[in-house]
C-alpha cells in the first residue's frame, strides 16, 4: 500500500485515533467545565456530582480540590498519549512510504495495536484516578444499573456521554473487528472492517450505550414512589426506545438494499430528534418555553424564574443544541456534507462531543438551581 493511496487526514487521524482524540478532548472539555462553572458562577460541582461514596463518614471533597484532582489526571494522561498519538501516526507514514518496500509483519502488528494500548491507558488512568467513575461504570455496564440520588447525576453524565460517543465507539469497534481478523494487515488502522458489518457489530455497538439509559430509565419507572416520577421516568424511556425503530429500518435496509426502508428511517429520525430536543430543554434544562403540561403553563416562563447563566447563553445553548441534533436533516435536505468522506464523519462527531458539553453546561446548571431550591426549603 503506498502513500498515496491515502489521504492526508488519514495519516494524521486514522479510523481508531480517533475515538482516542475525542476522548482526550472530552476529558480537557470536562476540566473546562467545572472550571467555568465553579469560578464565573460559584457552583458547587462536588455537590451535584459526587467523588466520594456518600454513605462514608469522610467528609466531601471540595470543589477546587475536585478540579486540581481533575486537571493533574487530564495534563498526566494527555502528557502520555498525545506523544502516543504522533508516534503511532509517523510510523504510520513511514509503512505506507515506499510502496516497492513491504513492511515486515511484527512492525505492521506493532503498528495495529497502538490505539487499542493507548484507549487501555486512557481507561486505566482514569479509573485509576476516580473509585466512583470505577464503581459507577461497574453498574452501569451491569444491564443499565442505576443508583438513586445523589450518586443519580454521575450515572446520568457517563451514560448520556457514551450515547453521544457512540459513533466513535463503532469506528473503534470496527477497528477491533479488523485487528482480532487480520492483526498484520496494512490497512488495519485506516480502512473500516466490512467483516464487522457483515454481523451488524457496529449497530450493536452504536445502539448499546442507548440500550444502557433505557434500561435505568426503566429500572427508575420500576422504584419510583410518585406518579410524577414515574412518568418522566416512563417519557424518558420512550425518547431512548425511539431509537429501535430506526436501528430496524437500517437492519432491513441492509438485508434488502432496494426495499422502501431508507425513505422511511428518516421519518423515524425526524420523530427521536424532536422529542430529544424537547426533553433536553423541558426536562434536563427545565426551561419553559415548551413545557405544555399543567404546571408548566401556570409557570407562563420562556426560560426560568431562577437561572444562574445570562440569558443570552441560554439561547445559545438552544440553537447549538437544535443545529446539531439536525445536523443529518440538514446534510438531506442540501444534498451535500461539510466535508467530504471520513472527514465529514469526523466533523460530526466532534459537533456531537461539543453538543453533550454545551447540554452538560445548562444540566448541571439546573441541577444546581434545583438544588438550591430544596435546600430552601428544608431551611
Avoid at 461539510?338 to 453546561?361: C, D, H, M, P, Y
Wanted: hydrophobic share 45%.
Amino acid at each position: 500500500m503506498g502513500m498515496a493511496q491515502l489521504t492526508t487526514f488519514e495519516l494524521l487521524f486514522p479510523l481508531p485515533q480517533r475515538c482516542i482524540l475525542l476522548m482526550v478532548a472530552g476529558l480537557w472539555l470536562w476540566l473546562f467545565q467545572i472550571s467555568i462553572l465553579h469560578r464565573a458562577f460559584r457552583i458547587d460541582i462536588s455537590q451535584l456530582v459526587l467523588s466520594h461514596n456518600s454513605s462514608e463518614i469522610s467528609p466531601r471533597i471540595p470543589t477546587t480540590r475536585l478540579i486540581q484532582n481533575t486537571r493533574q489526571i487530564v495534563q498526566r494522561i494527555t502528557k502520555i498519549i498525545l506523544p502516543w498519538y504522533a508516534a503511532t501516526c509517523f510510523l504510520l507514514h513511514k509503512c505506507n512510504g515506499d510502496s516497492n518496500y513491504a513492511t515486515e509483519a511484527w512492525i505492521l502488528c506493532l503498528l495495529n495495536i497502538q490505539p487499542l494500548c493507548q484507549f487501555i491507558a486512557i481507561f486505566a488512568m482514569v479509573l485509576d484516578y476516580s473509585p466512583m467513575v470505577l464503581r459507577c461504570f461497574k453498574k452501569i455496564l451491569c444491564f443499565g444499573n442505576i443508583e438513586s440520588k445523589p450518586l443519580r447525576n454521575n450515572y446520568i453524565l457517563l451514560t448520556d456521554s457514551l450515547t453521544s460517543f457512540g459513533k466513535p465507539l463503532i469506528d473503534f469497534g470496527l477497528y477491533i473487528s479488523h485487528l482480532v481478523s487480520r492483526p498484520f494487515d496494512e490497512k488495519c488502522i485506516v480502512d473500516r472492517s466490512s467483516h464487522g458489518q457483515v454481523y451488524h457489530l457496529d449497530l450493536i455497538i452504536g445502539i448499546t450505550p442507548v440500550m444502557l439509559r433505557l434500561s435505568q430509565c426503566l429500572r427508575e419507572f420500576q422504584r419510583s414512589k410518585s406518579s410524577g416520577q414515574s412518568k418522566n421516568a416512563l417519557y424518558n424511556a420512550v425518547k431512548y426506545s425511539l431509537n429501535l425503530p430506526v436501528l430496524a429500518c437500517t437492519v432491513h435496509a441492509r438485508m434488502f438494499p432496494n426495499g422502501s426502508s431508507t425513505n422511511k428511517v428518516y421519518w423515524f429520525m425526524m420523530v427521536s430528534s424532536i422529542y430529544g430536543f424537547w426533553w433536553d430543554l423541558t426536562m434536563d434544562w427545565n426551561l419553559g418555553m415548551f413545557n405544555f403540561s399543567s404546571k408548566g403553563m401556570d409557570r407562563n416562563e420562556f426560560l426560568r424564574s431562577r437561572t444562574l447563566f445570562p440569558q443570552v447563553a441560554y439561547c445559545i445553548a438552544i440553537c447549538t443544541d437544535f443545529a446539531i441534533k439536525f445536523a443529518w436533516l440538514w446534510e438531506l435536505m442540501l444534498g451535500r456534507s461539510v466535508f467530504k468522506g471520513e472527514a465529514n464523519i469526523f466533523f460530526l462527531q466532534s459537533l456531537e462531543l461539543f453538543r453533550r458539553w454545551v447540554w452538560t453546561f445548562v444540566k448541571l446548571e439546573a441541577e444546581a438551581v434545583n438544588l438550591e431550591g430544596v435546600e430552601k426549603m428544608e431551611d
